[in-house]
Nanobody, 122 residues
Framework: VQLQASGGGLVRAGDSLRLSCVASGFTFSTYAMDWFRQAPGKEREFVAAVNRIGSSTGYADSVKGRFTISRDNVKNTVYLQMNSLKAEDTAVYFC????????????????WGQGTQVTVSS
């Protein structure tokens, strides 16, 4: 089982990035997929969620209107389009896979990716 996240980088405030997370080793379409992030010295926090078929999404208030989560079940990939980036978006971004209902509790996730660093300079 593997979740390979990519697409992070160093950008300026106001720029955009698109993160990808490619899944392998499990039946991707049977899992809801979420993005979390963790800034230095802080706990991992929820960013966005998408259901198994991509018909329903949810966002943290801090990213609502700027970030968009989507998925492609043919490519076994979940995306996070991040627009109007701010310095406070700087963090390592992780994708997680879950079979249960969303609760935001980290222990409910079956699989985690390794993370990709996003750094936004102000």
């Amino acid at each position: 089982v593997q979740l390979q996240a990519s697409g992070g980088g160093l950008v300026r405030a106001g720029d955009s990035l698109r993160l990808s997370c490619v899944a392998s080793g499990f039946t991707f379409s049977t899992y809801a997929m979420d993005w979390f992030r963790q800034a230095p010295g802080k706990e991992r926090e929820f960013v966005a969620a998408v259901n198994r078929i991509g018909s329903s999404t949810g966002y943290a208030d801090s990213v609502k209107g700027r970030f968009t989560i989507s998925r492609d079940n043919v490519k076994n990939t979940v995306y996070l389009q991040m627009n109007s980036l701010k310095a406070e978006d700087t963090a390592v971004y992780f994708c997680g896979a879950r079979t249960g209902f969303w609760s935001g509790r980290l222990e409910t996730y079956d699989y985690w990716g390794q993370g990709t660093q996003v750094t936004v300079s102000s």
